[in-house]
């Protein structure tokens, strides 16, 4: 199982950015996908998470802000990040759950992460 993600880079303040995360080696049509992220120094953090409902949940310092979406039949998550401000910066993993567990449970499958740089 792979998950890979893409779309990270360098970007100014306020500017927007589309992460996207393709999963290979088994079907996560029943999984719930996840994004996280770890800034220089800190440890990893959730972002953002969707069921294979499509019911979404995000952490409260990107409400309003990102995005998180799918399409089951390529197998993809996507993060799109508008408004992003310095405090963004980080490497940015997609992750999966396994197969019909729950939204909250953590993920079983992790990608390898892609950086995202905000200048002010």
């Known amino acids: 199982v792979q998950l890979q993600a893409s779309g990270g880079g360098l970007v100014q303040a306020g500017d927007s950015l589309r992460l996207s995360c393709a999963a290979s080696?088994?079907?996560?049509?029943?999984?719930?996908m996840k994004w996280f992220r770890q800034a220089p120094g800190k440890e990893r953090e959730f972002v953002a998470a969707i069921s294979w409902t499509a019911t979404t949940t995000y952490a409260d310092f990107v409400k309003g802000r990102f995005t998180i979406s799918r399409d089951s039949a390529k197998n993809t998550v996507d993060l799109q990040m508008n408004s992003l401000k310095p405090e963004d910066t980080a490497v940015y993993y997609c992750?999966?759950?396994?197969?019909?567990?729950?939204?909250?449970?953590?993920?079983?499958?992790w990608g390898q992460g892609t950086l995202v740089t905000v200048s002010s």
């Open positions: 992750a999966a759950n396994r197969p019909f567990s729950a939204l909250r449970e953590n993920p079983d499958y």
């Open positions: 080696g088994r079907s996560f049509i029943n999984a719930a």
